[in-house]
């Protein structure tokens, strides 16, 4: 890619975006999105090859979709599911990302099982786990905090997991 | 997505988040995240490219591993469009004369729509 001056940031600001995209449609409040100062860190227990992992995305299968839902009207509830009966991909249309620009046709793009069951095959991790974790976009930070974060962890509790990767669409 | 990462390491469990809206991510801070400077729709790697979505799942288990520290923000080096063409930016989300009436025309339909789904007794939170 060529060097270049811009008199802009490149990256996009989809809070930015996302205020006058709102603002236009007539929402006069502005989302307020999360901000936190302190962030948490936990470190990896033993060796990475050794470490089950666990994927986490913000698709669902159709059938668990209320097709009368607006997305993040918090009508969806976290879910876990068999790796192996996503593999013919998950549904997409009612999430927010770019449909004019690309397509999520291909699972690995947004919930990569195959990719990982790779890394799993060449003893890069040690596995991943059979089932993963969907959870909504939701509107409220309050019930993504509360209600879905711990279900999550249940989850990931349940299933042994040793470390987690989070696809957000 | 960012709140569940923070959440899971709280109690321990150490997470990477694989994702291509930066601000979001990073405003609402998690330990590690691997950023593509992608249209949001594939963060783990362009359709079809088996050999970049590996790249990008070895980064962030390169993450998972090596991190010593929160915010610690790598990014990949794939471009969306070989050419440079950066439309896809702009034209996300945007809002000029073009489209102004249609998305307030939109956004009243929405609101219509949410109004009566909670008559109906469908609409919940």
């Not at chain 1, 003893?123 to 999550?152: E, K, M, N, W």
């Not at chain 2, 073009?98 to 025309?105: E, H, K, M």
């Amino acid at each position: 890619m060529a060097d270049d001056r811009r008199t802009h940031r490149s990256h996009v600001s989809y809070i930015d975006k996302s205020r006058g995209y709102y603002g236009a449609q007539g929402y006069p409040q502005a989302y307020q999105w999360a901000y936190h100062h302190a962030v948490p860190f936990a470190a990896l227990e033993k060796p990475l090859a050794e470490c089950r992992i666990g994927l986490i995305t913000t698709s669902f299968f159709e059938r668990k979709v209320d097709k009368g839902a607006v997305a993040g009207s918090g009508t969806k509830e976290p879910y876990a599911a068999l790796c192996d009966d996503a593999l013919g991909g998950l549904y997409n249309k009612d999430l927010f990302w770019d449909k004019d620009n690309t397509h999520t046709d291909d699972l690995d793009t947004y919930l990569p099982i195959n990719r990982l069951r790779e890394f799993a095959a060449q003893g890069r991790i040690g596995s991943l786990a059979d089932r993963f974790y969907g959870v909504p976009t939701d509107y409220s930070h309050r019930r993504t905090s509360r209600r879905d974060a711990p279900q999550i962890l249940e989850f990931a509790r349940q299933d042994e997991l040793d470390a987690v990767v989070l696809v957000p669409l | 997505m960012s709140l569940v990462a923070r959440h899971l390491e709280e109690a321990g469990l150490p997470t990477v988040v694989v994702g291509s809206a930066r601000d979001i991510v990073e405003e609402c801070g998690v330990s590690r995240f691997v950023f593509t400077d992608f249209p949001l729709g594939n963060p783990a790697g362009k359709p079809g490219d088996v050999e970049m979505q590996t790249t990008i799942m070895g980064m962030a288990l390169d993450l998972l591993e090596r991190a010593w520290q929160p915010r610690t923000t790598t990014q990949t080096p794939f471009v969306w469009d070989a050419e440079s063409n950066d439309d896809w930016r702009r034209h996300f989300m945007k809002v000029d004369d073009s489209n102004r009436t249609a998305l307030a025309a939109a956004g009243d339909q929405r609101r219509a729509a949410q109004a009566d789904a909670k008559a109906d007794g469908a609409g919940r939170g």
